[in-house]
């Protein structure tokens, strides 16, 4: 019997940061089918300047833990339970292909064709954190664990090991899988209270909500 799938009210409602997975594998074929969807979401001019390497199976995940978190510090690492998803995702931008589209003629008047610094902010990044998230929402709606978290000083390290042309940025990697009955330790950023819609909701203009202390009556 097939899990039941989640509508995107659903996924997000549910969607958190799983840290502790099974060892199991994925069904083959899953992955490419997630990928082949999260492609699917706005870019730029349509430039499809996003890019996905699938880590699957022990060996090759592998090779991803060893240059990011090497043996030596394990011992300390607190999510020992992530380093068992069976696959990982590292999601790229490619700010060549935003430059090239929008060199064509249809785009060039726009001014943003000749370098990155053309651009106020660099929607190649946001294009890719629309495919992560679409990624993330992916999974969580096939019932699956999901953790979304940046390379930091290891993205260099990570494009050596792999092969990544140097204009390819990662700007995260998901770590997929069958999450574990129990996480092994939650995040203290779980316990942080979602802020109230009206603090960050602005109705025709920018308002500050009233955070001022109850009068004391005694």
């Known amino acids: ?72 510090n394990r011992d300390v690492f607190p999510w020992p339970g992530l380093l068992l998803a069976p696959a990982l995702v590292v999601i790229y931008a490619d700010a060549d292909r935003y430059l090239e589209r929008y060199s064509e003629p249809d785009k060039s008047a726009a001014g943003l064709g000749g370098s990155d610094e053309d651009w106020p ?47 390819q940025r990662a700007i995260g990697a998901g770590a997929i899988g069958y999450p574990a009955p129990e996480d092994q330790r939650a995040s203290a950023s779980t316990g942080r209270g979602r802020r109230d819609l009206d603090e960050v909701l602005h109705r025709g203009r920018w308002s500050i909500p009233d955070v001022s202390p109850p009068e004391d009556h005694r």
Do not use: H, K
């Not at 679409?134 to 260099?156: H, I, K, T």
């Open 121 to 167: 902010i660099p929607y190649w990044f946001i294009d890719a954190a629309f495919a992560a998230l679409a990624l993330q929402l992916l999974v969580v709606g096939e019932d699956l664990g999901c953790c979304f978290f940046g390379l930091f000083g290891r993205e260099r390290a990570v494009a050596d090991r792999i092969g990544a042309p140097e204009r």
């Open 1 to 72: 019997m097939e899990p039941a799938r989640l509508n995107v009210r659903e996924a997000l409602e549910n969607r958190r940061a799983c840290r502790s997975f099974l060892g199991r594998p994925l069904p083959p074929g899953l992955l490419d089918d997630f990928v082949d969807r999260a492609r699917r979401t706005p870019s730029a001019g349509n430039a499809q300047g996003v890019e996905f390497l699938v880590l699957e199976g022990s060996e090759q995940t592998a090779a991803y833990w060893e240059v990011t978190l090497p043996e030596r």
